[in-house]
């Protein structure tokens, strides 16, 4: 299998793209969360506690 990866050259184009990025990361995160085996309230908790932590991380 061949990969070709084309990156933006702009400062705008490289924003755009991790703006997309970013998009579709938590587009997944949600679609992960909402499968999980457990209350919505549980699901609330997790959520909350990933935020804390990446707020940490900055």
Known sequence: MEV???FPKSKQARQELGQELAKFQSEQVLKT???LPCSTEQKLELVDAAVKHL???Q
């Open 33 to 35: 969360v909402q499968k």
């Open 4 to 6: 070709f990866l084309i």
């Open 55 to 57: 707020k940490a991380q």
